[in-house]
């Protein structure tokens, strides 16, 4: 009989990465959005087509339809993609038992790597280096920590999504540069969410990404950040794979272990000149997913195997057969590190800002084809459309803003 599973937050490139690899196995896939025109909709590998309720202004009504389409689709594996629903899927997980199986690690695990306060308690207890870190509350608590963290300092909500009331509120890192800029930053997040000042560490981005069971890493993938947006340090736009390095490795896995970790995982680092420092541990599914499977490492499909048919033998090494200097992009992200780039300001004390010669090079890489892209696919074309289309009119939109 086939397999029947369903990815949510189709529109994202790491969901789409899903849909085809395991449409290309065979399995029936529904691919959900809340978003009308979701690209995911178009993928040839889509079987069927779920819309939800928006999960940060109508969380019950996306749960409700999860369920709904769990039951009548006879689905057998929910795959949670954006924060938003890894959150409410792992905090009402119970909805779904006698349903479907959900591609996530306990609640528990879950809870501890959301919560970057208890993240950082744990890595410091595991001997893995962090970032200098003061948790505040206040404006007065931020300006005396930033102070005494030296500028620039990162701030970083404790939680990334909280449900409050009816709704689901996201919070993203940010950054100041000096005290001003942090009484601005802690302003906006005053009284909704208790929040983490780091120290800047300057260095280039990595992440080891892997797949456990009960603590066991079953496959290993690393890349390094070519590309970020914003440039001071976020979401990678280009990226590429390089060989597992042993030190992070090493961290990754403990951290991991410790946290009896079952699923899909990325730990994310800085390594500059003073060595390794722990950025976060992300316990969704991450958004350079497509890069690994290019690379050689088919996560969703392992990931499948795991939760429908069980996890291999003990004594089996993890799989770190993949190839290095693979490259690919996220189209929508690098449109914005080039349009960033070119304006010259982002960030000037931060890093130091690429020369606008860099991000004209980087425009005319598009068209190279060796590095491709995380979405485009020549057989995939009416999904690729889709995705064209809707870059294009979120450009449009920024524009007339």
Known sequence: MTRRVLVTDASRSAAIAIIRSLGLRGLHVTAADSEGRSPGFYSRYASARLRYPSPRTDPEGTLEALVRAAQRHRVELVVPVGDELAFLLSEERDRFDGVSALALPSRDAYAATRDKLAT????????????????????????????????????????SSTRVGRSVEHYEVSY????????????????????LLQEYCPGEGHGVELLLHCGRPLAAFQHRRLHEVPITGGASSFRESVPLHPTLYHYATRLLAALDWTGLAMVEFKLGEDGPRLMEINGRV???????????????????????????????????????????????????????????????????????????????????????FDVFARDDPRLSLAEIARIAAKLLRKAQS
Do not use: C
Request: charged share 25%.
């Open 286 to 372: 991450w958004g350079s997913l497509a890069l690994a499977i290019k690379s050689g490492i088919d996560f969703p499909g392992r990931m499948a195997d795991l939760y429908l048919t069980g996890a291999p033998e003990n004594g089996r090494e993890p799989d770190t057969s993949y190839e290095v200097g693979v490259r690919s992009r996220n189209l929508d992200l690098e449109v914005l590190w080039i349009a960033s780039t070119l304006r010259g300001r982002e960030g000037r004390r931060l890093v130091a800002v690429p020369p606008r010669r860099h991000a004209v090079q980087a425009a005319l890489r598009l068209a190279y084809p060796k590095d491709g």
């Open 120 to 159: 950082i308690e744990l890595a410091r207890a595991l001997g893995v280096p962090v970032p200098r870190t003061e948790m505040v509350s206040t404006v007065e608590e931020g300006r005396e920590a930033g102070a005494s963290l030296g500028w620039p300092v990162v701030v970083k909500p404790r939680w």
């Open 176 to 195: 100041a540069e000096d005290s001003a800029g942090l009484e601005a930053e802690l302003g906006g997040l005053d009284g909704r969410v208790q929040v």
